[in-house]
């Protein structure tokens, strides 16, 4: 997907794929913290390991919204 957004090969349809995924990611961290859980991210690697939170749910936000600027 990210190779397909950057080389504008089917970029729309290859953002639709990334906002999807995005939002399933999400959605997956709002449910674990509804359940209180708060386990570590690692979303960025070894240095970024701190537990899951509000701020994970604003940045995939963010980045949803420029997914969808790319559709455009």
């Known amino acids: 997907m990210g ?4 080389t ?3 970029r729309r349809p290859a953002a639709i ?3 999807c995924l995005l939002t399933a990611f999400t959605a997956l961290i709002a449910v674990r ?3 209180g859980r708060r386990p570590p991210c690692a979303c960025f690697g070894a240095w970024s390991t701190k537990p899951i939170g509000v701020s994970d ?3 995939n936000i ?3 919204v420029l997914a969808g600027l ?3």
């Open 70 to 72: 790319s559709m455009i």
């Open 62 to 64: 963010a980045l949803l």
């Open 17 to 19: 794929v990334a906002a």
């Open 33 to 35: 913290l509804a359940q």
């Open 3 to 6: 190779a397909a957004l950057i």
């Open 8 to 10: 504008q090969i089917a």
């Open 57 to 59: 749910i604003a940045r």
